[in-house]
């Protein structure tokens, strides 16, 4: 992305994403059926969720939207932050963080 900007500009480099993000998303509808938890129910799934959604958005502009190699490296990483977010979330079941 930084290095090799014209790499995403290849097919696959463009598809790829949209098929991660869809698996993501049946993911985490099928989560939902599985745990029987339900998002706007259960906070902690609530916040997953929305993270998730917030990841692609991300994910977007780091690798096509951003107008600028800062504004692309910014989203790079803070889509690495809700990232790690989320798998926090997951582990603790508790959507701030904190295993009270």
């Known amino acids: 992305m930084v290095r090799f900007p014209a790499r995403l500009e ?4 463009r598809i790829v ?3 991660v993000d869809t ?4 993911s985490a509808i099928g989560l939902c059926f599985l ?13 997953k969720v929305a993270a998730l959604v917030i990841y692609i958005a991300f994910g977007m ?10 504004v ?17 979330t997951a ?6 963080l904190s295993a009270t």
């Open 61 to 70: 502009i780091a690798l096509r939207r951003g107008r600028s190699m800062g």
């Open 10 to 13: 290849l097919r696959w480099v």
């Open 35 to 47: 745990i029987r938890q339900w998002p706007l129910r259960d906070e902690w799934l609530t916040a």
């Open 23 to 26: 698996a993501l998303l049946a």
């Open 91 to 96: 582990r603790l079941h508790a959507p701030w």
């Open 17 to 19: 994403p949209h098929i």
């Open 72 to 88: 692309r490296v910014t989203a790079f990483f803070a889509a690495v932050a809700v990232f790690l977010w989320i798998v926090a």
